[in-house]
């Protein structure tokens, strides 16, 4: 197991830039896959991006590829979300989730595939 605690949200307008972290305690963080979720209001919690346990791989929802990336640093136990070009759909509160399991990749996109969970960081985008 490992706690999960994110920081790095805020306020930003429309187009602009913000990095989320999330720190991971446990020493087997490095042997997890990562990924960011995000809740709207008013909404279900969905899935954003995911990295495996080399930081080789990744994989984003369509809404957000190539305006943001995730990446990890195993030395400091720290997963990362860039936000670039953010749009005011991309207000949320974001969600740092680890998993320990082997699944298939389309289970790393649901909720259901992680036992980890950060308290979540709230990001606002005004338009």
């Known amino acids: 197991q490992v706690q999960l605690v994110e920081s790095g949200g805020g306020l930003v307008q429309a187009g602009g830039s913000l990095r989320l972290s999330c720190a991971a305690s446990g020493r087997t963080f490095s042997s997890y896959v990562m990924a960011w979720f995000r809740q709207a209001p008013g909404k279900e919690r969905e899935f954003v991006a995911r990295?495996?346990?080399?930081?080789?791989?990744?994989y984003y929802v369509d809404s957000v590829k190539g305006r943001f990336t995730i990446s990890r640093d195993n030395a400091k136990n720290t997963v990362y979300l860039q936000m670039n070009s953010l749009k005011s759909d991309d207000t949320a509160v974001y969600y740092c989730?680890?998993?320990?399991?082997?699944?298939?990749?389309?289970?790393?996109?649901?909720?259901?595939?992680?036992?980890?969970w950060g308290q979540g960081t709230q990001v606002t985008v005004s338009s």
């Open positions: 990295i495996n346990w080399s930081g080789r791989y990744t």
């Open positions: 989730a680890g998993s320990s399991a082997i699944l298939p990749d389309s289970a790393l996109t649901r909720v259901t595939g992680y036992g980890n």
